[in-house]
């Protein structure tokens, strides 16, 4: 059943370029151009006249939004709220007929989720759903279902389920783009491609992996681990860090790499490693002077970047290199070492990363 795995979370990990393409495949049509088909689910132009889009989730999923919104704001132009489903359920929210709601929920059930798709839903708005169980709960409730077609995820640590959201994710943004104008031909034609190619960049990752477990030993004597990034590498640092938390029990944290100076900086000691995913080019000068202020603070440094980037050999520790891809697509590759990392310091630890203390897999109750 693990596949020749030895864990369902190494094995989910590895199945992420065959959920990627599965996730793909069937929204991309090829006739002379390459563009995007969603008629499948009935995403039509109008959605598009939407003035505004809200993405509710909780844990991973809630981090799949954040890049969500960076992704809509640059692809589509329009303004995205994201939040945290039970908050969002406790809030006063002001809605606005014209929003549309993104529900992003890997099994479907999860109960603060569903009851902040359930209020948006009483006002009016129209919900789309981002989910991986047929038939669940959301998908049965929403006004429009997209499927993540991971197949089953067992272990409790969500990863394949992740990367096929951000796809689902990117897919709407781009068409929403394309719906409202602000993507041209070009620029279509340029996303879709890079799109088709990240489960093999993905892959190659994956061919990689000797070099990330070699990474684990930046964990001896360390007792805190801190992420940080700039956009999308800060949501990437949000879900590193709680993979790193969930099955390693390790403290870890995240922050917006700016932020550093505001707070977290206190923290840092010899007992730090700090890992820094850098994949926004025009922001590598910033990262790399937030790189050093933590070294010269006796942290441990590990940086995530891109095959081609050579900017931060002499500032790190350790750097581990991803494939190039756009910029504004880069989660679903770097996210992969990071959940790689985590799953070999809980082997490290001579735990178990399929089952975790505490957690479950499915929160249906609050
Ligand atoms: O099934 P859902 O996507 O709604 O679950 C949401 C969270 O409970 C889930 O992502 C949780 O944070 C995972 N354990 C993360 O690895």
Redesign the pocket.
Known sequence: EKGGFEHFMLKEIHEQPKALTDTLRARIKNEGKKAINLEEIGFDASWAEANRVVIT?????WHAGVIGKYAFEHFARIPVDVDIASEYRYRNPIYNPKDIFII????G??AD?LAAMRMAKKSGARIIAITNVVGSTLAREADLVMYTWAGPEIA???TK?FTTQLMCLYLIAIQFGVLRGTLNDAELGAAVEALENIPAEAEKILSDKENIQRFAYLQTNKTKVFYMGRLFDYAVSLESA??LK?ISYTHSEAFAAGELKHGPIALVDESTLLVAICTQDNLFDKMDSNIKEVKARGASTLVITWDDVSYFDKTADEVFRIPRTMASLSPMLAVIPAQLYAYYVSILKGLDPDKPRN?AK??TVE
């Open positions: 989730a909780c844990g991973t999923a992003i929920s890997q099994s059930e999860t989720t409790v640590a969500s389920a709680l993979k969930e957690l499915s929160v």
